[in-house]
Nanobody
Framework: EVQLVESGGGLVQAGDSLRLSCEASGFTFDDYAIGWFRQAPGKEREGVSCIITSDNATTYADSVKGRFTISRDNAKKTVNLQMDSLKPEDTAVYSC??????????????????WGQGTQVTISS
């Protein structure tokens, strides 16, 4: 059974940093890209970042580019999202997901098959 468990969320002030982790199990981790998504109340799910295994290629949403950094540790089956210079508009539930393939660097939710439960990130102004 595929399992994705997020951790590291919390309440911080604008300008602070948080580091989210996504721990995966139940599948061959190296064979799949992992993405991070977020959803704020009343808004659609937004793709934040993705990392693939083959060459550690990454992609970021324009709204987080230069502030967020995604990385993966294949030995620990973990993908981390370092979030710096946080803004109130970054407030959302952040979820990680397993892509349907490792061939694409994508943040389209339709390219992902299994999802974690999410972790709340709240940024106060």
């Amino acid at each position: 059974e595929v399992q994705l468990v997020e951790s590291g969320g919390g309440l911080v002030q604008a300008g602070d940093s948080l580091r989210l982790s996504c721990e995966a199990s139940g599948f061959t981790f190296d064979d799949y890209a992992i993405g991070w998504f977020r959803q704020a109340p009343g808004k659609e799910r937004e793709g934040v970042s993705c990392i693939i295994t083959s060459d550690n290629a990454t992609t970021y949403a324009d709204s987080v580019k230069g502030r967020f950094t995604i990385s993966r540790d294949n030995a620990k089956k973990t993908v981390n999202l370092q979030m710096d210079s946080l803004k109130p508009e970054d407030t959302a539930v952040y979820s990680c997901a397993q892509s349907l393939t490792d061939l694409l660097v994508t943040t389209s939710p339709t390219d992902y098959g299994s999802w974690g439960q999410g972790t709340q990130v709240t940024i106060s102004s």
